[in-house]
């Protein structure tokens, strides 16, 4: 695994939903000019939480973090969900994955990848890649995170 980076947030008070609670570029991949979106769902995890997103690209077996574009700025969600946004990625296909750490422990407890169709995937295997080209803007890529640890 390449490049984590968390992202710190919780639940806003007063947070604008249409826009993106947590925008940001790939590590060391931030050299393209095509983008993703979307909502992540973690019903019933903690108020207080991290989450990691990191993006994979297609074949690579390599995992980036996304930083955020104000490091000193934590985003916040909008209840169960946050906005996200991932700009100037280079042409290609990646994975998305979000997951929450379990406080002071090694494993995830909440996990998932973006599936394309719905429903909740928690393996590289079975999520769908996103396919950018130069200068798209992909928006609505929507998925969920689940409990993996019950």
């Not at 939903?17 to 393209?32: H, K, P």
Request: hydrophobic fraction near 40%; glycine fraction near 16%.
């Amino acid at each position: 695994m390449i490049g984590i980076v968390i992202a710190s947030f919780g639940l806003a008070t007063g947070c604008d939903c249409d826009e993106a609670n947590l925008s940001g570029t790939v590590f060391t991949r931030n050299t393209g000019t095509a983008s993703i979106s979307g909502t992540i769902t973690a019903r019933g995890a903690p108020e207080d939480r991290q989450i990691e997103i990191m993006i994979a690209p297609e074949g690579t077996g390599a995992r980036y973090g996304v930083i955020p574009d104000d490091l000193f700025d934590a985003p916040t969600s909008c209840g169960d969900t946050l906005r996200y946004q991932v700009h100037n990625l280079t042409a290609g296909a990646y994975k998305i994955l979000g997951k929450i750490e379990v406080a002071g422990g090694d494993a995830s407890e909440y996990e998932g990848w973006f599936s394309g169709g719905g429903g909740v995937v928690v393996t590289l295997g079975t999520a769908t890649a996103v396919v950018v080209g130069d200068g798209e803007a992909i928006t609505d890529l929507d998925f969920e995170l689940v409990n993996v640890l019950n």
